[in-house]
DNA sequence: CTGAAAGCGCTAACAA
DNA sequence: TTGTTAGCGCTTTCAG
């Protein structure tokens, strides 16, 4: 392996200092035009590239990374909260680097992290929170969909409670009367009802409650949804509004009523969770309550902000509350 | 501004010296568990923070990080491209942080990321060459989607003409007779054929040639392609085949045919451009041509990789076959 | 098992 | 306009 070219190897060549081409390099002042373009010249002739862990310690203001960690980033809804965060940190001056966890265990994946930029967020599975911060190793750490309890880590929960309480509220005002669910699950995992579930269940009715179809094969995805829809509709015939806990569902459950020749929102209204952007681009556009958009995003890089100031003392936790996007389908 | 805590001051307050701290920090050998656990207690107490700019530069292997630029990740071609190449990536042991240059000069992202990343990779419009050099200062570029010419300057093309002939000849042989052109323009842009439009007319009949219609609103956009096939099929009412240059419009036509109550792939053929993973869940599925999948993302980290190993010298320069997609509407 | 010394490559502050 | 002197905070030899 070849020794690195450093800003000495220019100097010497050009019979200057290290501060000079210093100047040349990152186009500061006090340096006559001729000088730098010969150290441009001699830097491109040596085949320099600066080495940016160097200069960012020397510099007083070094640029802050983010992480942001998702299962996977097929799926929609990821890539669009990254869009959003993506939008949020480049405001502040952050760069955000995005980490599938795709194979590795994600307490080594947080370890590796944890040297390599300055904040961590994401949707993170293990649930034993002192595993989480030791392998942080003092890197701040935001959790999103859950509320951290253990000292010093972050979080940014949902606030679902209220949220279905207002949905199922502004439905019947719009003439609904038996509700459905559609959830969905991890292949081959122990059913645990979800939060989501809990507080949809809290919402509606009793019957309704019943009508429930936990869609087995691949989770929140399309096909899922368009299973469910079926299900639910063969086992619960006079379910007249459909909520599916996410909008690939949702979209799957619209597919399913177009060839079962259902009216949406004429005979089933449907809607879903998540806020997909994509679902303003079916017909007919579905209704859906938004988890994605500035608010969220704003929010998580509030909690990462001060996690990245604070000493590392105080935990912030915040709930976010989940507006309706009334589109066609409901 | 707080001074930081680093590694001394535990040492100070261990009574140890600052080698012993790394070692217990690192989880690296040759520290007894007792001293480890002290020294672990006593960073926690501190509100420790392992800078990650020094343990890179001391270290001898370094991370590398590579920056893939986009216009809006919000464009599901964008995001599903970035996942591809993050697999890519992290196959090879690279961080990967996305950036989309909404309103920043192109310029001035690049020399920005310059010293923050180790490779960039991306859609970049500007043209001047010999800019974009100057711009990098050194760190390696690889454009995508155009063919650099200048000396140092990597790059991943598409290659449109085999592509569309290909295309052209399987589907006549399906029984296309007449086929009609989608091509997106951006708003208030003077209109200059796109590669892949000069590419299409080499490959179909010069009826067929004729029979292009540029969309003006939204670019690349469903709402661009429900437009752009209504007015195609007002104008040239024999098509019998139409392609778009993006599946996104291809999507849009199609909603714009279920609208009109012309069956696809009955009566009319549809075939659009990039391989987008949402295809599949249109009814009918979408035909395309693929750019997106793993082979195109491994071609562009062969291209960064040589380009990271490189002295800079020779420029790696490739072009990529596009293949058919076959779904169920054409 | 622990410590001392010597950098990693660059920039900030000052002096010339 | 240029050079000098100190670091930035950590890891790597190599001794002890």
Redesign the interface.
């Known amino acids: 392996m ?1 020794r690195r070219v450093t800003i000495e190897d220019i100097a010497r060549e050009a019979g200057v200092s290290r501060q000079t081409v210093t100047r040349a ?1 990152n186009g500061m002042p006090r340096i006559s035009e001729a000088t730098r373009a010969r150290i441009l010249e001699i ?2 002739r040596l ?11 020397a510099r007083t203001s ?2 802050k ?1 983010i992480a942001f960690v998702v299962d ?3 799926n ?1 809804y990821y ?2 909260l ?2 959003d965060l ?2 949020a940190a ?1 405001a502040r001056g952050w ?6 966890h ?1 194979d590795e265990p994600e307490l080594q994946l947080i370890s590796r992290l ?5 904040a961590v967020v994401g949707y993170l599975g293990q649930t034993d929170e002192a595993a989480l911060t030791a392998a942080a ?3 701040p750490l935001v959790l999103l969909g859950r509320t951290a309890t253990a000292e010093g880590l972050h979080s940014v929960d949902f606030d679902f409670g209220p949220a279905f309480a207002h949905l199922v509220d502004e439905l019947r005002k719009r003439g609904s009367k038996r509700f459905g669910l559609l959830e969905s699950q991890p292949l081959g995992a122990v059913y645990k009802p979800s939060t989501r579930r809990i507080a949809y269940e809290d919402a509606v009715d009793p019957v309704s409650a019943e009508a429930v179809v936990v869609c087995e094969a691949p989770p929140q995805s ?1 096909d899922a949804g368009e299973l469910g829809f079926n299900e639910l509709m063969d086992r619960f015939p006079e379910t007249d509004t459909v909520i599916a806990f996410s909008d690939l569902m949702a ?2 459950a619209l ?1 399913a009523a ?1 060839r079962r020749g259902i009216d949406v929102p004429g005979q089933v209204r449907l809607v879903g969770v998540d806020g997909l ?2 679902g303003a ?1 079916t ?1 007919p556009a579905l209704t859906t309550l938004a988890i994605l958009g500035t608010a969220f995003a704003e929010q998580i890089a509030d909690v990462i902000g001060e996690a990245l100031d604070g ?3 105080s935990a912030e936790r915040r709930r976010t509350a989940l507006p309706i996007l009334w589109r066609e389908s409901a």
Do not use: C, W
């Open positions: 070849q390099m830097s491109e085949g320099y590239r600066p080495s940016r862990f160097a200069s960012n310690l070094k640029t990374t996977s980033f097929r929609p890539s669009e990254a869009a993506l939008d480049s760069q955000m680097t995005i980490v599938s795709e944890a040297n390599q930029v300055d190793r003092g890197v399309v979209m799957g597919r177009h952007s994509l681009v017909s000493a590392g003392d």
